[in-house]
């Protein structure tokens, strides 16, 4: 099943379940049921429902991105971050390590479509940056470059990615029903999704192009540009396996390290509260859909191991028949010619 908007329905909308409309077994988000619960509010959110149309199809987008991404991260773990409903459901109820990845990379995604859609021209609240880029506030004014760029002279130009509206509008959308709660579970909602933003802002990389005569390239002219979604789920997959367990403070309205020793995670770092189910068994309750029948590398060491994969439990092999192209020879000029050959395969599935 091709991953679909799943993530960011639960996100944005639990617990309002009346905000869900199925298509078969794929649940998608739609933009209008949720600016239509917003739209008698006066917050960010329902002005971007009143007067951005624009901005909510690169929402959807974005909200796309990050659950096909997080599929692509975890397809060879217990927990493969499932399209089916009732599992996503319980799972987004309650707040471990993967409800943070879930978060991070959905609130990634908003901010991936919507600057993207700026730099194409896409939107009309927005368009590339054409400036040099502001220094961040309590660094040097310097912006630091590539040395690449350092050794001829170059400008600032071309069409960079405008990310900080794409950060403006993600947190708008998505933080802004949640700004006047402090419980510990909404500072932790909180903070992934910008751990997910920060994944991209941090990883901004300037991009040039060279200028004169017979490429002499007298001149650079540079720009920012994002880092690709892909390297961005990477970047947030480490997070997932370094992240820190918290628990609420004393104050009731922020959080601490789940152990007194331990260092207060920082802004890039993903956070939980709950420890992980191991989703081996199937359980109503957590979520879990267990592993029985999925697919095993038997040579592998990694997750998607049979030993890891199938909990110990063992798997079976089933040998399969399928085409392909054998017997290829190169045929003057210019063509490939192939014989079709049934070939074996093996698949090991988990018992």
């Known amino acids: 099943m091709r991953p679909v908007v799943i993530a960011a329905c639960l996100l944005l909308l639990a617990p309002i379940t009346d905000s869900w409309w199925a298509s078969g077994s794929a649940v998608i988000l739609d933009p209008r049921m949720v600016c239509k619960k917003n739209r008698r509010t006066r917050s960010k959110l329902s002005q971007i ?35 089916q409903r009732r599992s ?87 933080d802004s029903r949640y700004r006047k709660r402090s419980d510990v579970k909404t500072l932790i909602k909180l903070h992934n999704h910008n751990a997910g933003r920060l994944a991209i802002r941090n990883n901004m990389r300037v991009e040039c192009k060279c200028h004169g005569v017979s490429g002499s390239c007298t001149l650079k002219t540079c720009w920012w540009r994002m880092p690709t979604f892909r390297e961005v789920g990477d970047k947030l997959r480490d997070r997932f396996e370094g992240a820190a367990k918290v628990i609420s403070s004393n104050d009731g309205e922020s959080f601490m390290p789940e152990s007194p020793t331990l ?11 709950e420890e992980s189910p191991d989703f081996c068994l199937p359980n109503i309750k957590s979520g879990s859909l267990g592993t029985q029948g999925r ?48 070939v074996k395969r093996d698949i090991k599935t988990c018992l």
């Open 295 to 342: 697919r095993c590398n038997t040579s592998s060491v990694g997750t998607d191991s049979c030993d890891q994969l199938c909990c110990r439990r063992g798997y079976k092999k089933t040998t399969i028949k399928e085409t392909a192209n054998c017997n290829c020879q190169f045929k003057w000029c210019c063509e490939v010619r192939c014989d079709t050959c049934l």
């Open 88 to 174: 996503m459901r319980k799972i987004l109820m309650r707040d471990t390590r993967e409800t943070g990845f879930v978060n991070a990379i959905t609130a990634a995604g908003v901010t991936y479509a919507i600057t993207r859609a700026c730099t194409a021209g896409s939107l009309l609240e927005c368009s590339c940056e054409k400036d040099a880029p502001k220094p961040r506030r309590g660094r040097s004014s310097q912006v630091t470059v590539p040395s690449v760029v350092s050794t001829s002279r170059w400008q600032w130009g071309g069409c960079s990615d405008n990310v900080r509206f794409g950060l403006k509008k993600s947190r708008e959308f998505m």
């Open 263 to 273: 260092k207060r995670p920082g802004k890039k770092d993903i956070i939980y509260s």
């Open 49 to 83: 429902c009143r007067n951005e149309t624009g901005l909510l199809k690169e929402i959807s987008r974005g909200v796309t991105l990050g659950a096909t991404e997080c599929a692509h991260q975890f397809r060879g773990r217990r927990w493969n971050c499932t399209t």
